[in-house]
């Protein structure tokens, strides 16, 4: 059974910093792309980073270079995205998805999805 679930969200302040988790189980993380999503309401769902399975390349947008980063640890398999200097605009539903080798630019090419961790940026 392939499963990913995202944990670490919460409320946090704009500035502020926080650390998302997807735990993989059922494969082996290695040789999986892990991407991370969000969607508000009435939003599409957009990409905010993907780290490759083969050589962890990794994928940021314009909107959150330099504040977001994507790491792995292959020994708890877990992809993590840690979030920094968080914005207002942050404020969305997290999602991590894999799909097999490298990062995908579509969402709809991933093929396991997690159950999603909500992420509020509000003073």
């Known amino acids: 059974q392939v499963q990913l679930v995202e944990s670490g969200g919460g409320l946090v302040q704009p500035g502020g910093s926080l650390s998302l988790s997807c735990a993989a189980s059922g494969f082996t993380l290695d040789y999986y792309a892990i991407g991370w999503f969000r969607q508000a309401p009435g939003k599409e769902r957009e990409g905010v980073g993907c780290i490759s399975g083969i050589s962890s390349s990794e994928w940021y947008p314009d909107s959150v270079k330099g504040r977001f980063t994507i790491s792995r640890d292959n020994a708890k398999n877990t992809v993590y995205l840690q979030m920094d200097n968080l914005k207002s605009e942050d404020t969305a539903v997290y999602y991590c998805?894999?799909?097999?080798?490298?990062?995908?630019?579509?969402?709809?090419?991933?093929?396991?999805w997690g159950q999603g961790t909500q992420v509020t940026v509000s003073s």
């Open positions: 998805a894999t799909t097999e080798g490298s990062c995908r630019s579509l969402w709809v090419d991933y093929d396991y």
